[in-house]
């Protein structure tokens, strides 16, 4: 050791100690040093410096002669050195007049002068790739300058004291920096923000610049190497910062410089003992001593070579040969390749796996034995990176530690991960951990530095944040910018990550970094009456994990499975236990709905996950299930309908809702697969609504929207996978189902707002609605069905219709369409509705008068006769029933005026009485109707055989009917010979009448009812394309639904698919009782005539016009002129 | 260009053919929700902040003054579209690319109103223009293979503002042309020999574009 002796030759001069500092220039050929108490910059030849060392001499000669060359550019002492890594390296110097300047290497000309301060420098640092300079010193900023062009990029504020040691990572992602206080702050280099900072853990050196705290990253970057308290060194990690392991050894005390080897395997520190002392980073222990006679201030490990500069603090430098004995690994084997790909980033699990492909490592490895994990680790970190696509032990491996690693990341990511694992077959029961789903936040994307991304994005509006040098500018936007309130930005300190918004506030939420950053909750509501009406919570060893907000409450779920609840004011109000571990949470009106983990992954992959709804207000739980997902598939949005449905819509594009039906399932409604135009699309879901789906489409790679440019919804329809059928109408079979979902949920409102005792006259309508756009796909199902020659199905379908009307529609279309059989079964069907009215009818008239005994001896007579009537076949016996009417009616009048009891008496009386004489059906309808008041089947059974006038009686009657004066009603009835079947099973020829009696019968019920008839227009009023107008056309006329401008709708469709004749029969027909606004009659006309110009028709129009009465009239004279138009018109041609 | 020179031949004024372009109709996202409009042309909307719906020009125009929308670009107004076009344009010395009818006025229009929707709002005007430089020169040089036995000129895929600028020109050179040239034609066609000539009874026919 003595023999090893480092010999020191004076470089600079100084008087008193000052800082020197010293490093190595590229290759290792030159020295470079420089002092606080000289001007001047050396740069030596290295070769010849140790040449001069070997030739022996004092230690205080003088190494002149190596000198290459010699810079005198700063006017006061030069404090920091730097010599910049690559190819066109250069030099800069930072000194206490306040500059940095720059020069080329290793001739030393001047370049440029870089920056300047206001204070002294006190240290520079390149990164590993010599674009970015870190500059800092008394001032209280780090400036970052890129080389390429000088300009200051970043200023990182943050140090206290001024700031003595800069270490760029390796890997480029943080600059770790330490000030005479010893506080090291890691600095974020994308964002340049602080990542996290550590106080006083080094070292405190106060206003002596003799002394620089200085830190330096381990070269493979896992490890940040600081000065400790206790004369020791201190590990530190890189991404979490917490401290890994010591050197404490031979150092007397604190250590004030510090230098890694070019592989990390080794340490040289120098202390204020004036030792430096060489480390073996594996085992922890100092491998060589040296003492000297001055304190040696700075040191450089020789890049590529097993070799360190040192100066100290009178400006006396040396190169200390073969540091590490020959008998040790080389302190540059297995330097770290860190230039290839960013290094992805590992926790310490991963040290039980060692490698057993071969990397860069040589046989030393096996020499130093498998104490140390650390040395396993990184070499087997070094081994991946040469073989990315490595064996698949060490993927799944890293895809393990990523998804645990990440557990803060949106589901997207996490989907990613699930996606790659499990294509590589091997590892399914491995990986079942890993693929437990992170909490999301409905309608958030993962973010990306520099750029905005969405912490929210409903129907309403978005909330939107971007990261911006240590906090972030949070921005809140309503779609509809004409309603909703403006939110000014705002400045977020805290980080946030989860955010939910509805119409009245928005609620945020970080989760927690470190000690000091405490997850936070915060709420802020848009508008309030009171001044300042924002607050925010603070966990405490609980980190929030999801944020939902509804009508008044605001609720998130934390680490600790707890629901928390808060009033918008910011009471708390309840705290709940979750089952498990938090998924998602959405929050409409009243209702809050939690996903959570049930258990671990089955070990087909699939996830667990239960999903509750609760009521806030009235703490109740309204639900309690699982959530069905798409096996393997992962949750990638939740919430609720605009009308309230539970959604969700999984990773492999599937969209359920809830539904009542079969005791609460989950139906499919929407497959993103089946409904994307090309193979890159993908859908970003964002709301539905009853019939539709709003999303967003995304091209791939990407798979979630960005802030700018704005993205624009597309509205999808919801579609259920229907398996395709023979019958080749899958958009009206969808369309079946769907209303048939619709109706069963505004049922199920109905019964709701009932057993609450609500009005329900509202949602009545909309089911109304509901019930007849349903029949009426059903009804051009039929019509499908029958063209298809499927008679079972047609049968089946024509059972669901729900109103008498349309089954009667139904017959009509059949009958047109020439199929007798289903006629008949279609007739039998309405009878067997009837019969089960009358019951229903009846049954409730005798609870009504408590009179039950009476109920079994009713039921069983009533259905021989309508049986014997479908057997006998309508056709023939049914004309013959009007005269029948009469004379069973005769009795009814006299008994109408009768108690209750007594009619249904009658009733009994009457019904063996007809049975024997095949009595039809109708007779008994119509009784069930006097004694139900079942108003609507006598209006259309009336409409047959009444005049007009009649009919307007009939009218008047429902409107009493209403009123529920029973006796009335059946007294004006008993003149009616009503029978709803006395011309349905006519003949062709019989048919067009009939419709028009029906039509005619209608409208004019309309005058008096027009509610009602409002609802039945809502048949009309769908759009008709043109292959379905004539269908519908035939279904219309058959139900004689609608009022005169309907009915002029109707006939203007009818009219452009050249249907004039008709057209023409049924402009006779409105044209008779004078329905319809004259323009409206006008219009079809003119279109008619632009259509066909038929003479034939033309007349008859104008006869018709003639019948109006329009003589005269304005009207009339342009229907002249048209006529003549078209005469013209012919003429030319 | 040589019509121009003369008003009354001209048909329609540039304004003229701009206000019958605005009834194009372009997709337009509004930032409010709105009633359908029921307009003569038709019933637009109803409309939903953040979905796209279409409306026609002038009506995407006056919401997007009013800032109550963006007018999304057209496909055939990116700048991917529009260097194909000109590629194609410049390729082929006889044909026209199919652009829509009025492509000149809807991008002015757009260019006027609504720069900030446009995505590379400069490169995709540089680009139109050139398109319009370079068709134009086609029509130009087309223009003067026309000579005493042309009959017609069949252009295809000519746009509006295009179709408006050349077409006094063109109808006055063929009505002079056919004033001067159609004795001789009558004599050319005995020298050719039987064969009834229609051409010269029809005259000169003017199908310069199907629309």
Same mark, same amino acid.
């Given at each position: 050791?003595?023999?090893?002796?480092?010999?020191?030759?004076?470089?600079?001069?100084?008087?008193?100690?000052?800082?020197?500092?010293?490093?190595?220039?590229?290759?290792? =050929?030159?020295?470079?040093?420089?002092?606080?108490?000289?001007?001047?910059?050396?740069?030596?030849?290295?070769?010849?410096?140790?040449?001069?060392?070997?030739?022996?001499?004092?230690?205080?000669?003088?190494?002149?002669?190596?000198?290459?060359?010699?810079?005198?550019?700063?006017?006061?002492?030069?404090?920091?050195?730097?010599?910049?890594?690559?190819?066109?390296?250069?030099?800069?110097?930072?000194?206490?007049?306040?500059?940095?300047?720059?020069?080329?290497?290793?001739?030393?000309?001047?370049?440029?002068?870089?920056?300047?301060?206001?204070?002294?420098?006190?240290?520079?640092?390149?990164?590993?790739?010599?674009?970015?300079?870190?500059?800092?010193?008394?001032?209280?900023?780090?400036?970052?300058?890129?080389?390429?062009?000088?300009?200051?990029?970043?200023?990182?504020?943050?140090?206290?004291?001024?700031?003595?040691?800069?270490?760029?990572?390796?890997?480029?992602?943080?600059?770790?920096? !330490?000030? *005479?206080?010893?506080?090291?702050?890691?600095?974020?280099?994308?964002?340049?923000?602080?990542?996290?900072?550590?106080?006083?853990? %080094?070292?405190?050196?106060?206003?002596?610049?003799?002394?620089?705290?200085?830190?330096?990253?381990?070269?493979?970057?896992?490890?940040?190497?600081?000065?400790?308290?206790?004369?020791?060194?201190?590990?530190?990690?890189?991404?979490?910062?917490?401290?890994?392991?010591?050197?404490?050894?031979?150092?007397?005390?604190?250590?004030?410089?510090?230098? @890694?080897?070019?592989?990390?395997?080794?340490?040289? *520190?120098?202390?204020?003992?004036?030792?430096?002392?060489?480390?073996?980073?594996?085992?922890?222990?100092?491998?060589?001593?040296?003492?000297?006679?001055?304190?040696?201030?700075?040191?450089?490990?020789?890049?590529?070579?097993?070799?360190?500069?040192?100066?100290?603090?009178?400006?006396?430098?040396?190169?200390?040969?073969?540091?590490?004995?020959?008998?040790? #690994?080389?302190?540059?084997?297995?330097?770290?390749?860190?230039?290839?790909?960013?290094?992805?980033?590992?926790?310490?699990?991963?040290?039980?796996?060692?490698?057993?492909?071969?990397?860069?490592?040589?046989?030393?490895?096996?020499?130093?034995?498998?104490?140390?994990?650390?040395?396993?680790?990184?070499?087997?970190?070094?081994?991946?990176?040469?073989?990315?696509?490595?064996?698949?032990?060490?993927?799944?491996?890293?895809?393990?530690?990523?998804?645990?690693?990440?557990?803060?990341?949106?589901?997207?990511?996490?989907?990613?991960?699930?996606?790659?694992?499990?294509?590589?077959?091997?590892?399914?029961?491995?990986?079942?951990?890993?693929?437990?789903?992170?909490?999301?936040?409905?309608?958030?994307?993962q973010p990306q530095p520099g750029k905005r991304n969405f912490l929210a994005y409903n129907m309403l509006g978005s909330?939107?944040? !971007?990261?911006?040098?240590?906090?972030?500018?949070?921005?809140?936007?309503?779609?509809?910018?004409?309603?909703?309130?403006?939110?000014?930005?705002?400045?977020?300190?805290?980080?946030?990550?989860?955010?939910?918004?509805?119409?009245?506030?928005?609620?945020?939420?970080?989760?927690? #970094?470190?000690?000091?950053?405490?997850?936070?909750?915060?709420?802020?509501?848009?508008?309030?009456?009171?001044?300042?009406?924002? @607050?925010?919570?603070?966990?405490?060893?609980?980190?929030?994990?999801?944020?939902?907000?509804? +009508?008044?409450?605001?609720?998130?779920?934390?680490?600790?499975?707890?629901?928390?609840?808060?009033?918008?004011?910011?009471?708390?109000?309840?705290?709940?236990?979750?089952?498990?571990?938090?998924?998602?949470?959405?929050?409409?009106?009243?209702?809050?709905? !939690?996903?959570?983990?049930?258990?671990?992954?089955?070990?087909?992959?699939?996830?667990?996950?239960?999903? #509750?709804?609760?009521?806030?207000?009235?703490?109740?739980?309204?639900?309690?299930?699982?959530?069905?997902?798409?096996?393997?598939?992962?949750?990638?949005?939740?919430?609720?309908?605009?009308?309230?449905?539970?959604?969700?819509?999984?990773?492999?594009?599937?969209?359920?809702?809830?539904?009542?039906?079969?005791?609460?399932?989950?139906?499919?409604?929407?497959?993103?697969?089946?409904?994307?135009?090309?193979?890159?699309?993908?859908? @970003?879901?964002?709301?539905?609504?009853?019939?539709?789906?709003?999303?967003?489409?995304?091209?791939?790679?990407?798979?979630?929207?960005?802030?700018?440019?704005?993205?624009?919804?597309?509205?999808?329809?919801?579609?259920?996978?229907?398996?395709?059928?023979?019958?080749?109408?899958?958009?009206?079979?969808?369309?079946?189902?769907?209303?048939?979902? =619709?109706?069963?949920?505004?049922?199920?409102?109905?019964?709701?707002?009932?057993?609450?005792?609500?009005?329900?006259?509202?949602?009545?309508?909309?089911?109304?609605?509901?019930?007849?756009?349903?029949?009426?796909?059903?009804?051009?199902?039929?019509?499908?069905?029958?063209?298809?020659?499927?008679?079972?199905?047609?049968?089946?379908?024509?059972?669901?219709?729900?109103?008498?009307?349309?089954?009667?529609?139904?017959?009509?279309?059949?009958?047109?369409?020439?199929?007798?059989?289903?006629?008949?079964?279609?007739?039998?069907?309405?009878?067997?509705?009837?019969?089960?009215?009358?019951?229903?009818?009846?049954?409730?008239?005798?609870?009504?008068?408590?009179?039950?005994?009476?109920?079994? %001896?009713?039921?069983?007579?009533?259905?021989?006769?309508?049986?014997?009537?479908?057997?006998?076949?309508?056709?023939?016996?049914?004309?013959?029933?009007?005269?029948?009417?009469?004379?069973?009616?005769?009795?009814?009048?006299?008994?109408?005026?009768?108690?209750?009891?007594?009619?249904?008496?009658?009733? !009994?009386?009457?019904?063996?009485?007809?049975?024997?004489?095949?009595?039809?059906?109708?007779?008994?309808?119509?009784?069930?109707?006097?004694?139900?008041?079942? +108003?609507?089947?006598?209006?259309?059974?009336?409409?047959?055989?009444?005049?007009?006038?009649?009919?307007?009686?009939?009218?008047?009657?429902?409107? %009493?009917?209403?009123?529920?004066?029973?006796?009335?009603?059946?007294?004006?009835?008993?003149?009616?010979?009503?029978?709803?079947?006395?011309?349905?099973?006519?003949?062709?020829?019989?048919?067009?009448?009939?419709?028009?009696?029906?039509?005619?019968?209608?409208?004019?019920?309309?005058?008096?009812?027009?509610?009602?008839?409002?609802?039945?227009?809502?048949?009309?009023?769908?759009?008709?394309?043109?292959?379905?107008?004539?269908?519908?056309?035939?279904?219309?006329?058959?139900?004689?639904?609608?009022? +005169?401008?309907?009915?002029?709708?109707?006939? %203007?469709?009818?009219?452009?698919?050249?249907?004039?004749?008709?057209?023409?029969?049924?402009?006779?027909?409105?044209?008779?009782?004078?329905?319809?606004?004259?323009?409206?009659?006008?219009?079809?006309? +003119?279109?008619?005539?632009?259509?066909?110009?038929?003479?034939?028709?033309?007349?008859?129009?104008?006869?018709?016009?003639?019948?109006?009465? @329009?003589?005269?009239?304005?009207?009339?004279?342009?229907?002249?002129?048209?006529?003549?138009?078209?005469?013209?018109?012919?003429?030319?041609? | 260009?040589?019509?121009?020179?003369?008003?009354?031949?001209?048909?329609?004024?540039?304004?003229?053919?701009?206000?019958?372009?605005?009834?194009?109709?372009?997709?337009?996202?509004? &930032?409010?929700?709105?009633?359908?409009? &029921?307009?003569?042309?038709?019933?637009?909307?109803?409309?939903?902040?953040?979905?796209?719906?279409?409306?026609?020009?002038?009506?995407?125009?006056?919401?997007?003054?009013?800032?109550?929308?963006?007018?999304?670009?057209?496909?055939?107004?990116?700048?991917?579209?529009?260097?194909q076009v000109l590629d194609a344009e410049r390729e082929s010395p006889k044909e026209f690319q199919p652009l829509p009818?009025?492509?000149?006025?809807?991008?002015?229009?757009?260019?006027?109103?609504?720069?900030?929707?446009?995505?590379?709002?400069?490169?995709?005007?540089?680009?139109?223009?050139?398109?319009?430089?370079?068709?134009?020169?086609?029509?130009?040089?087309?223009?003067?293979?026309?000579?005493?036995?042309?009959?017609?000129?069949?252009?295809?895929?000519?746009?509006?503002?295009?179709?408006?600028?050349?077409?006094?020109?063109?109808?006055?050179?063929?009505?002079?042309?056919?004033?001067?040239?159609?004795?001789?034609?009558?004599?050319?066609?005995? &020298?050719?020999?039987?064969?009834?000539?229609?051409?010269?009874?029809?005259?000169?026919?003017?199908?310069?574009?199907?629309?």
């Amino acid at each position: 050791m003595k023999g090893r002796a480092v010999k020191l030759w004076v470089a600079h001069k100084a008087g008193s100690p000052v800082f020197c500092s010293v490093a190595w220039g590229q290759g290792g =050929q030159h020295v470079v040093t420089a002092s606080a108490g000289d001007l001047a910059i050396l740069i030596h030849d290295a070769a010849a410096v140790a040449a001069a060392a070997g030739a022996g001499g004092r230690s205080s000669g003088s190494a002149g002669a190596a000198v290459v060359s010699t810079i005198r550019l700063h006017k006061d002492g030069v404090t920091a050195l730097a010599v910049a890594p690559g190819s066109g390296a250069s030099l800069a110097s930072g000194s206490i007049d306040h500059s940095v300047k720059f020069y080329s290497f290793p001739d030393g000309v001047f370049q440029s002068n870089v920056v300047r301060f206001t204070l002294p420098i006190r240290s520079l640092a390149f990164n590993k790739k010599g674009t970015l300079l870190a500059a800092a010193g008394d001032d209280d900023g780090i400036k970052l300058i890129a080389t390429i062009d000088n300009t200051i990029s970043k200023v990182l504020k943050g140090h206290k004291g001024s700031v003595t040691g800069l270490s760029f990572d390796p890997r480029n992602e943080y600059l770790a920096s !330490i000030d *005479t206080f010893g506080t090291v702050i890691f600095w974020d280099l994308c964002t340049g923000t602080e990542a996290r900072a550590l106080s006083r853990i %080094a070292p405190t050196f106060g206003s002596d610049h003799s002394i620089n705290n200085v830190l330096c990253w381990s070269p493979d970057g896992q490890f940040l190497a600081v000065p400790g308290l206790r004369n020791n060194v201190v590990m530190y990690d890189r991404d979490t910062g917490e401290m890994v392991f010591t050197l404490k050894g031979e150092h007397e005390q604190p250590v004030c410089s510090l230098c @890694w080897s070019p592989n990390g395997g080794y340490l040289v *520190t120098a202390g204020l003992d004036k030792q430096v002392l060489i480390w073996d980073v594996k085992s922890k222990q100092d491998i060589e001593r040296q003492k000297f006679d001055e304190r040696i201030c700075s040191l450089a490990w020789k890049p590529e070579g097993n070799a360190v500069a040192l100066i100290d603090v009178t400006g006396k430098f040396g190169i200390w040969e073969s540091v590490v004995p020959s008998t040790m #690994k080389s302190p540059t084997d297995g330097v770290p390749d860190l230039n290839s790909t960013k290094v992805p980033l590992f926790d310490d699990e991963d040290d039980e796996k060692p490698s057993t492909s071969g990397g860069l490592e040589d046989d030393g490895d096996e020499s130093l034995g498998e104490s140390a994990p650390f040395n396993h680790k990184r070499l087997r970190k070094s081994t991946y990176h040469d073989h990315p696509n490595g064996d698949s032990e060490d993927e799944d491996l890293m895809l393990q530690m990523e998804s645990r690693k990440r557990t803060k990341d949106t589901h997207r990511d996490n989907k990613g991960v699930a996606d790659k694992a499990r294509d590589d077959s091997a590892t399914s029961g491995r990986l079942v951990t890993a693929r437990l789903q992170a909490a999301f936040q409905p309608g958030s994307t993962q973010p990306q530095p520099g750029k905005r991304n969405f912490l929210a994005y409903n129907m309403l509006g978005s909330i939107t944040t !971007i990261q911006n040098e240590g906090h972030s500018h949070v921005e809140v936007d309503f779609h509809d910018t004409g309603r909703g309130p403006r939110i000014p930005s705002m400045t977020d300190y805290f980080g946030f990550t989860m955010a939910a918004m509805n119409e009245s506030g928005s609620v945020f939420a970080n989760p927690c #970094k470190g000690d000091k950053n405490m997850s936070t909750l915060m709420y802020r509501p848009f508008s309030s009456w009171a001044g300042n009406s924002e @607050w925010s919570m603070r966990f405490e060893g609980e980190e929030v994990k999801a944020v939902a907000v509804g +009508a008044g409450w605001v609720a998130a779920v934390t680490s600790l499975n707890f629901l928390r609840v808060f009033t918008d004011g910011g009471l708390q109000m309840h705290i709940l236990s979750v089952s498990g571990p938090v998924v998602t949470a959405a929050g409409h009106g009243d209702q809050l709905a !939690i996903v959570s983990h049930a258990s671990d992954c089955l070990s087909s992959g699939d996830q667990v996950l239960d999903v #509750k709804v609760l009521k806030i207000s009235e703490g109740a739980q309204s639900l309690s299930s699982r959530l069905v997902l798409t096996p393997t598939s992962q949750l990638s949005w939740f919430g609720f309908s605009e009308n309230g449905q539970l959604s969700s819509f999984d990773s492999k594009g599937i969209l359920r809702i809830f539904s009542g039906q079969f005791g609460g399932s989950w139906i499919p409604v929407f497959s993103s697969i089946k409904a994307r135009k090309s193979e890159d699309e993908s859908h @970003w879901v964002v709301g539905l609504d009853a019939n539709n789906i709003f999303c967003i489409l995304c091209k791939s790679p990407e798979s979630y929207p960005q802030v700018m440019p704005k993205p624009v919804l597309t509205i999808l329809e919801q579609s259920f996978p229907l398996a395709s059928s023979d019958l080749g109408a899958n958009s009206l079979e969808n369309e079946f189902m769907m209303r048939k979902l =619709q109706l069963s949920q505004i049922q199920n409102k109905i019964e709701e707002m009932a057993a609450l005792g609500l009005d329900t006259t509202a949602i009545d309508d909309e089911a109304f609605n509901m019930e007849a756009a349903l029949d009426r796909c059903i009804l051009r199902l039929i019509s499908s069905c029958c063209n298809g020659d499927k008679l079972v199905r047609a049968t089946e379908l024509a059972k669901l219709l729900t109103l008498e009307k349309s089954i009667k529609g139904a017959m009509m279309l059949v009958t047109r369409l020439k199929l007798p059989i289903l006629q008949e079964k279609f007739s039998s069907i309405l009878e067997e509705r009837m019969l089960s009215n009358t019951r229903i009818a009846r049954t409730a008239v005798f609870s009504n008068t408590t009179n039950t005994m009476y109920s079994p %001896a009713l039921v069983t007579p009533e259905v021989p006769p309508a049986k014997l009537v479908q057997k006998s076949g309508n056709s023939l016996k049914l004309p013959t029933l009007p005269k029948l009417n009469p004379a069973t009616q005769q009795g009814s009048p006299s008994e109408s005026n009768k108690t209750e009891v007594e009619q249904a008496n009658n009733l !009994i009386e009457i019904t063996p009485k007809v049975s024997p004489v095949q009595t039809p059906l109708a007779e008994i309808a119509k009784n069930s109707d006097k004694v139900g008041g079942k +108003a609507k089947k006598d209006r259309d059974g009336a409409s047959n055989a009444t005049t007009v006038d009649h009919n307007s009686k009939g009218g008047f009657d429902q409107v %009493a009917l209403k009123n529920k004066s029973v006796e009335d009603c059946s007294g004006v009835q008993s003149q009616r010979p009503v029978n709803p079947f006395a011309k349905l099973p006519s003949s062709k020829e019989q048919s067009s009448s009939l419709f028009d009696s029906i039509k005619k019968m209608k409208v004019e019920n309309e005058k008096v009812d027009k509610a009602k008839s409002k609802k039945m227009s809502v048949l009309f009023s769908c759009p008709m394309e043109d292959d379905n107008v004539v269908e519908d056309g035939l279904v219309a006329e058959a139900l004689g639904f609608g009022n +005169a401008a309907d009915l002029m709708v109707l006939n %203007a469709s009818l009219a452009s698919s050249s249907y004039i004749s008709r057209v023409a029969e049924l402009q006779e027909g409105a044209a008779e009782p004078e329905l319809g606004r004259d323009q409206d009659f006008l219009h079809v006309t +003119a279109h008619c005539a632009s259509v066909d110009a038929s003479e034939l028709i033309q007349t008859r129009f104008i006869d018709m016009a003639r019948r109006r009465r @329009w003589y005269g009239s304005r009207t009339y004279t342009m229907l002249q002129a048209m006529q003549l138009r078209c005469f013209k018109n012919r003429g030319s041609d | 260009m040589a019509g121009q020179s003369d008003p009354h031949l001209s048909i329609f004024s540039p304004s003229e053919v701009e206000f019958v372009a605005e009834d194009e109709i372009v997709e337009i996202v509004p &930032n409010i929700r709105m009633e359908a409009l &029921n307009m003569i042309c038709g019933d637009f909307g109803p409309f939903f902040p953040q979905i796209a719906s279409k409306v026609p020009l002038w009506l995407a125009v006056a919401l997007k003054k009013r800032g109550k929308c963006t007018i999304r670009t057209p496909d055939w107004m990116t700048v991917d579209r529009l260097t194909q076009v000109l590629d194609a344009e410049r390729e082929s010395p006889k044909e026209f690319q199919p652009l829509p009818f009025h492509y000149i006025e809807i991008s002015k229009l757009l260019f006027d109103h609504a720069r900030d929707d446009i995505s590379d709002a400069y490169l995709v005007r540089s680009l139109i223009e050139d398109i319009r430089d370079v068709r134009f020169h086609k029509v130009e040089t087309g223009l003067e293979t026309i000579s005493g036995r042309t009959h017609a000129v069949k252009l295809k895929n000519l746009s509006a503002m295009e179709v408006n600028i050349i077409r006094p020109f063109m109808v006055r050179t063929l009505q002079a042309f056919y004033k001067h040239d159609s004795p001789q034609m009558i004599q050319q066609a005995y &020298n050719i020999g039987s064969r009834p000539t229609p051409v010269t009874d029809r005259g000169p026919r003017r199908d310069l574009r199907r629309r």
